[in-house]
């Protein structure tokens, strides 16, 4: 494993673990803005008139109230932002001439006295009226959003949504959530979501029903665990840990069977 696979294992694995103790957030943005390779990073939401930070690392506090109290009106990126797709990572450049972006108030009065020089954002979730956001903030030492920033940031963007998402860090789509989370009780597969260490976020109905039956999947120190404790199950749990692109379309598939029963045997499929 390269060292850059294995920090990036480790990040996910902390992102994963925000959802269960939303105090890591700022701890997982810092290194999240360390491996992007930003000087900050947030979790926020807005408008054309306000908005408001869910979790942060790095941002001065004074100029975090000054953006939603005034500068979010004069921040020429937000209409664009509301418009861009879930999940698309975009930059100054993307919205608006770099040239004509320094020129702004906005920047000349809110992003220069604290050094910034450009920045990195993908919307998580959206609404009618607002847009929640991942966003990493490079300064003038890291200069210009280039290549590699996006490649990273590409890597670990997928997980923060999920995190997120599942750890009900977005508000703006309670509802939508809730509905998410019923249709998933309302399938007749199990549904396991874990963190790299096989312990269980989430489980849907006949998820728990399978761990109260104990024949298949049981929980060990609270980590998801055969019956039998065949070590398959947690290395596959690994190797989807390392994300979409490592697996490619080869997938990952554990077989599971009744113990005491010659006939009925169940897949669990990634």
């Known amino acids: 494993m390269n060292p850059e696979t294995k920090v990036l294992s480790e990040l996910i694995s902390t992102i994963y673990d925000a959802p269960l103790d939303p105090t890591l957030w700022p701890d997982v943005l810092k290194k999240l803005a360390e491996f992007v390779g930003g000087s900050a990073a947030s979790i926020y939401c807005k408008n054309s008139d306000a ?7 790095g941002i001065d506090p004074h100029y975090q109230q000054l ?15 509301c418009l861009t797709k879930v999940g698309q990572l975009v930059s100054t450049v993307d919205f608006i001439p770099y040239c004509e972006f320094v020129e702004t108030p906005f920047y000349r009065e809110w992003g220069r006295p604290q050094g910034l020089a450009d920045f990195l954002t993908t919307p998580l979730d959206k609404s009618e009226d607002s847009v929640a956001l991942f966003g990493v903030f490079r300064n003038e030492q890291h200069g210009f959003v280039d290549g590699a920033m996006r490649r990273r940031a590409a890597l670990i963007t997928p997980h923060i949504r999920r995190a997120a998402v599942i750890g009900n860090a977005l508000d703006i789509k309670t509802a939508e959530t809730t509905a998410f989370t019923e249709a998933l009780d ?16 989430f489980a849907n109905l006949s998820g728990r029903e399978m761990l109260d039956d104990g024949r298949i999947l049981r929980l060990r120190n609270d980590a998801l665990a055969t019956a039998d404790s065949r070590p398959a199950l947690p290395d596959a749990i ?33």
């Open 51 to 57: 908005g408001t930070v869910y979790h942060q690392f």
């Open 67 to 81: 953006y939603f109290s005034k500068y979010v009106r004069l921040d020429p990126t937000t209409p664009a932002q």
């Open 186 to 201: 309302g399938l007749a597969a199990a549904v396991f979501l874990v963190d790299s260490n096989c312990r269980v976020i």
């Open 238 to 270: 690994a190797s989807a840990g390392e994300g979409d692109a490592a697996l490619g379309t080869r997938g990952i598939a554990v077989p599971l069977s009744f113990p005491r029963k010659r006939h009925g045997s169940r897949t669990c499929s990634r």
